[in-house]
């Protein structure tokens, strides 16, 4: 294992952990590599989903203001990606602005810079605004930020109806893409009114509007009758910004406008009040029944995050990898809510990014948003025997979502330096090691964005037409059908090549000893792949027990569901000990 400092050409970033135990921070620190500005940037992003899809375009806006020569500091808020506490915890607003005000402190004091600026993406932007007095920020950034928590709250419930999402999980809750908003933080965001606070105290402040719908200036407007020197621009990208994780695209125009905006100020000596003692940083976060601390491994410098129970670990450690494109924190923060009730119970694991996906070192210039980099599964192989070394565990079992499952089947199939019992498929959509790394994922990739797209254009149907929501869900139950109608049909004729070359990879994973582990979603396509392209070694593995299937039950291929997640980790629990 070495310090977790991912090398880049030029700009160097850093993971720092501050705060007061059981509520501490997780945040990255991006430095210039030459001499610094005397503005420091403070990244504030989003939260819930929009958090999630948008983490790798705020990574791309701090990787590219430390190349201007700004330090620039992104965290996460408590509660969400790898921060302490639990985003059902009370007082959730009113702590999300306090980390706003530590964060700019820590920022200072790390950075030496005599001026903070904040960038706020969402509801970011809403508490970037209001913290900004207290943390003395010198300007702000509002990218699409929301100005009314009331329209906010409004717009989530009718984003998860029309994803299908459990809209009410409790009395007053929101249940959005594994996301739990209390009735009470549901209340304190509606509270949120920009246009009823006081003046923020900074002196400018640049508003990044969507170009493809039409601007909100009122607060533009109050600020500017406070004195506040104001500049709107429309910028392109937002919607490809914070779509689905798989089919995001970084919006670099504007990035760079963000940039220039800031260059134009750095120079402006400061005038903010003593801002509040930074916090005190430390090397892990400490919790109740765990603590974790980030960490590198392998030659490419993969990025993770260790959880570990007090006392010793017991059982293999187990390795969680992404799922498509979200970073280690999984979809909906479902691997911090996992790492942590099993280290509760005594189990180890690591969250680890692969290369070019999440806080891992992008490799060369790429940017290119891919689920399967064709270098990954040789970098795990290569990386294991790191993760092996972790403490007294000399074993590990891979686990993942999706494209997390198929490179921890496409690693079992290797002759490996570690011990490697068994691998937890959840809900695998390929098994064959060469179609991820041919022209066919090009073709897969196309024929999901046109699926995505026809999604997007149904959705606006749904908002254009009351009462078209049945409509909507009948379209995906036929969509549904037809997906699984044709599977079957693929795979009858394609039983040759196809079904050998999976039926060769199952035979190489379990002749090396291995038990696979099948975790499905009902309505999810990999039971029914495994059984059509290789049916003899399926059957063969289920008689003989190296191959167990379990489907878990109301759950979405990315178990969006609190009641689906608890079964989940149930059935992980289960299956680390057995193997204790």
């Known amino acids: 294992m070495t310090q977790a400092t991912v090398p880049r050409p030029g700009p160097a970033r850093s993971p720092l952990i501050f705060g007061a135990p059981g509520a501490q921070l997780f945040g990255w620190l991006h430095a210039p590599a030459g001499a610094a500005r005397t503005t420091a940037v403070l990244v504030c992003g989003a939260i819930g989903i929009e958090y999630v899809n948008a983490h790798r375009a705020l990574r791309h806006l701090a990787d590219a203001l430390a190349a201007r020569g700004y330090f620039a500091l992104r965290f996460d808020y408590p509660g969400a990606g790898d921060s302490a506490q639990d985003e ?69 419930r009718a984003v998860a109806a029309l994803a299908g999402y459990k809209v009410e999980s409790g009395p007053g809750q929101l249940e959005s893409a594994g996301f739990v908003y209390t009735a009470d933080t549901l209340r304190d965001i509606q509270a949120v009114d920009l246009l009823a606070q006081p003046c923020t105290g900074v002196r400018r402040a640049l508003f990044i509007e969507r170009d493809d719908l039409g601007g909100d200036s009122s607060l533009a407007e109050h600020l500017s009758r406070c004195g506040v020197e104001t500049t709107t621009q429309r910028q392109p990208g937002y919607e490809r910004m914070v779509c689905e994780s798989l089919f995001t695209e970084v919006p670099h125009a504007a990035i760079e406008a963000i940039g220039a905006w800031l260059d134009a100020g750095a120079t402006v000596p400061g005038h903010a009040p003593a801002p509040p003692a930074a916090p005190a940083a430390s090397d892990a976060i400490e919790l109740g029944n765990c603590r974790e601390r980030p960490l590198c491994v392998g030659a490419r410098r993969l990025f993770g995050v260790l959880c570990e129970p007090h006392g010793e670990a017991r059982g293999p450690l187990l390795v969680m990898l992404n799922s498509g494109v979200d970073h280690h924190v999984g979809p909906g923060r479902l691997y911090v809510k996992l790492a942590r009730a099993l280290a509760a119970e005594g189990y180890a694991s690591v969250r680890l990014d692969i290369g070019d996906v999440g806080d891992s070192a992008p490799i060369g210039a790429d940017d290119r948003n891919l689920p399967y980099p064709p270098r990954a599964v040789d970098e795990l192989v290569e990386a294991l025997p790191e993760l092996a070394a972790l403490g007294a565990r000399p074993r590990l079992v891979l686990t993942g979502i999706c494209a997390g499952a198929y490179h921890a089947f496409a690693v079992a199939q290797r002759e490996l330096g570690v011990e490697l019992p068994e691998v ?43 009462g078209s929501a049945p409509l909507v869900d009948l379209l995906r139950f036929l969509r549904d059908r037809l997906h699984r109608a044709r599977l079957r049909i693929a795979g009858w004729r394609q039983r040759g090549a196809a079904g050998t070359a999976t039926a060769a990879a199952l035979l190489r994973v379990l002749r090396r000893g291995r038990h696979v582990a099948l975790l499905v979603s009902p309505a999810d396509p990999g039971f029914d792949l495994l059984q059509l392209e290789a049916g003899a070694a399926t059957r063969a593995a289920l008689r003989a027990g190296t191959l167990s299937v379990e489907v878990i039950t109301d759950a979405d291929h990315v178990f969006s569901s609190e009641a689906a997640r608890a079964r989940l980790r149930a059935s992980l629990l289960e299956r680390l000990r057995q193997l204790a």
């Open 424 to 466: 937890i498929l959840l809900n695998p959509v390929q098994f064959e090691p060469e179609v991820a790394e041919t022209a066919s994922r090009a073709a897969a990739a196309a024929a999901e964005l046109a699926a995505f797209e026809r999604r997007q254009r149904r959705r606006k149907l749904a908002r254009a037409i009351p």
């Open 88 to 156: 059902t915890d009370a007082g959730r607003v009113e702590q999300w602005s306090d980390a706003v005000v530590a964060a700019a402190a820590l920022l200072r004091e790390r950075s030496g810079c005599t001026q903070v600026a904040a960038v706020g993406l969402r509801f970011g932007g809403a508490l970037a605004s209001l913290a900004a007095q207290r943390a003395g920020l010198d300007e702000l950034v509002l990218w699409n930020s929301v100005v009314s928590g009331r329209r906010y709250v409004r717009e989530m």
